[in-house]
T-cell receptor, first 115, second 115 residues
Framework: AQSVTQPDIHITVSEGASLELRCNYS??????LFWYVQSPGQGLQLLLK??????LVQGIKGFEAEFKRSQSSFNLRKPSVHWSDAAEYFC?????????????FGGGTRLMVKP | GAVVSQHPSWVICKSGTSVKIECRSL??????MFWYRQFPKQSLMLMAT?????????EQGVEKDKFLINHASLTLSTLTVTSAHPEDSSFYIC???????????FGPGTRLTVL
């Protein structure tokens, strides 16, 4: 069974600073990897995804993530954080089975942005 | 494309009543739909997977008589919380898969409060 670990429960960064959110996964085959963002009381918005190919993936809102198979990681980065980026971020790994694409979510990282 | 809606966005009900939540794929046919539950400041927990025209598959620990799932068409799945109690208060999120795509599209969520 697959699993996802987001080691940082909370992260606080200053506006304009760079950001890296960590994600480690466990899965026996090549994973499908996702990063989602959730604002309070809202659903999930897909930031980016990795299925295959180039291991550096560009997403929306200036985010990118790099798949490193050797480290079983898919860390999310942004060079300059904006106050509007404050939210909860979830990493997820997907696996195909008979029912379709099953997602397993990490515990989430809450990002706070200081002015 | 790939828009998923949920109705209602929020609902308050008395203990002992039943509540139905709808999940619709607006611009695509969803071969599989998923229902998640999210407690405050926690990650998403998969409750069940439903395929159109067949019985839902529930995750371990989820009471299928308590959380009735119906996937009557390729664009609609419903979750009915029967005889709701305060401990059922939560944020319920659905997602839908489109045939041939290894990605889930998420609804905006439904906040259920049971008094």
């Amino acid at each position: 069974a697959q699993s996802v670990t987001q080691p940082d429960i909370h992260i606080t960064v200053s506006e304009g600073a760079s950001l890296e959110l960590r994600c480690n996964y466990s899965y026996g085959a090549t994973p499908y990897l996702f990063w989602y963002v959730q604002s309070p009381g809202q659903g999930l918005q897909l930031l980016l995804k990795y299925f295959s190919g180039d291991t550096l993936v560009q997403g929306i809102k200036g985010f990118e993530a790099e798949f490193k198979r050797s480290q079983s990681s898919f860390n999310l980065r942004k060079p300059s954080v904006h106050w509007s980026d404050a939210a909860e971020y979830f990493c997820a790994v997907g696996a195909l089975d008979g029912a379709g694409n099953m997602l397993t979510f990490g515990g989430g990282t809450r990002l706070m942005v200081k002015p | 494309g790939a828009v998923v809606s949920q109705h209602p966005s929020w609902v308050i009900c008395k203990s002992g009543t039943s509540v139905k939540i709808e999940c619709r794929s607006l611009d695509f046919q969803a071969t599989t739909m998923f229902w998640y539950r999210q407690f405050p400041k926690q990650s998403l927990m998969l409750m069940a997977t439903s395929n159109e025209g067949s019985k839902a598959t529930y995750e371990q620990g989820v009471e299928k008589d308590k959380f009735l799932i119906n996937h009557a068409s390729l664009t609609l799945s419903t979750l009915t919380v029967t005889s709701a109690h305060p401990e059922d208060s939560s944020f319920y999120i659905c997602s839908a898969c489109r045939a041939g795509l290894n990605e889930q599209f998420f609804g905006p969520g439904t906040r259920l409060t049971v008094l």
